[in-house]
């Protein structure tokens, strides 16, 4: 038997409690799958390169398959290719991180920032976001790689981040003038509150699903891009990735010799960790827009309803 409090305190408590509880999004099969997948990634870059062995140490077996001694076989020269995978997995993921940081915080500056702040500030944050919006990005990375001869993890970050933060910043400043003239903003000025409280409390948290979907795609980005610079034989000199990986097979003619277990790991590896930052994207996208979830929900189960239910999931939508 279920017992109601005649205290208005606790019962208006108890319906705060039920408000938010219905407010928060439900955990997603694209959501749990996304990052499951991603936390088991991560997991093996972290805790890999402590169990296994030195990935450049050279053996005298040369190209062997998977065995035993070593699970996923040996490239050419006798290195052990499930110690490159561990620290190709770390060096993968660092280079994800720092460009997500680092694109986030640019775009989050010329973006958030200059729609803020208004006024010549905005234009000229506007024109330098164009202006880099504009420039080819794979070129320009190529060029940069190119002349520098030893290029460290971090370098072929920034370089990367660099190119990628113009798009975030258009979007962010969109939606920060769309935030800037609603009524609790324009209270919050004319109380007299300071600039940099009023970004962070009324406006940030309205952004910040939009910021976690840009970052998912930035750091979908730079593995991409890195996979891609390392292929062509622009990648981080010394270090492993799953680029290098690529590279190195490749040159070993891996694909020749039918050497699966050296070229197969690291793609399948950025295939999955890709999938899994895109069903988390998806998932922060419904997130941002519940209505999206109800359409999607609605379009998956349309085949089983009548025309008349389907014309009342559609003026439900529209309320």
Same mark, same amino acid.
């Given at each position: ?34 990052? !499951? ?35 996923? !076989? ?10 490159? %995978? ?112 009023? %970004? ?33 034989? %622009? ?43 895109? %069903? ?40």
């Amino acid at each position: 038997m279920t017992t109601v409090s005649s205290d208005p305190t606790v019962a208006a408590e108890a319906a705060t409690r039920v408000g938010r509880a219905r407010t928060l999004p439900p955990l997603t099969p694209k959501l749990v799958a996304g990052v !499951g997948l991603a936390g088991a990634i991560i997991l093996f870059g972290l805790i890999g390169p402590l169990v296994v062995g030195d990935p450049s140490r050279v053996n005298d077996i040369g190209l062997s398959g998977p065995s035993g001694e070593f699970l996923l !076989g040996t490239t050419q020269t006798g290195q052990d290719v499930l110690a490159q %995978l561990a620290y190709a997995t770390r060096g993968s993921l660092i280079i994800g991180a720092v460009v997500g940081v680092l694109s986030i915080a640019l775009s989050a500056f010329f973006g958030i920032v200059g729609a803020y702040a208004g006024g010549w500030v905005d234009e000229g944050f506007s024109l330098f976001s164009n202006v880099m919006l504009v420039i080819p990005g794979l070129p320009l990375v190529i060029i940069i790689s190119s002349y520098v001869q030893d290029k460290s993890l971090l370098l072929i970050a920034v370089v990367l981040a660099i190119t990628s933060w113009a798009g975030s910043a258009r979007v962010l400043r969109g939606f920060t003038l769309s935030v800037r003239s609603r009524d609790y903003v324009a209270a919050a000025r004319v109380s007299g509150e300071k600039s940099w409280r009023i %970004l962070c409390v009324e406006i940030l948290p309205n952004l910040i699903p939009l910021l976690a979907s840009q970052a998912v795609f930035a750091v979908i980005f730079a593995i991409l891009g890195e996979a891609g610079l390392s292929f062509l034989g %622009l990648g981080a000199s010394g270090s492993f990735t799953w680029g290098t990986m690529l590279y190195y097979a490749q040159n070993g003619l891996a694909l020749r010799l039918e050497a699966w277990w050296w070229f197969v790991p690291p793609g399948l590896l950025i295939a999955l960790f890709g999938a899994a930052l895109s %069903l988390i994207n998806f998932s922060i996208d419904e997130i941002i827009n519940p209505k999206l979830r109800t359409q999607t929900r609605a379009a998956r189960k349309g085949w089983g309803f009548s025309r008349r239910e389907l014309k009342t999931i559609a003026k439900e939508d529209e309320l």
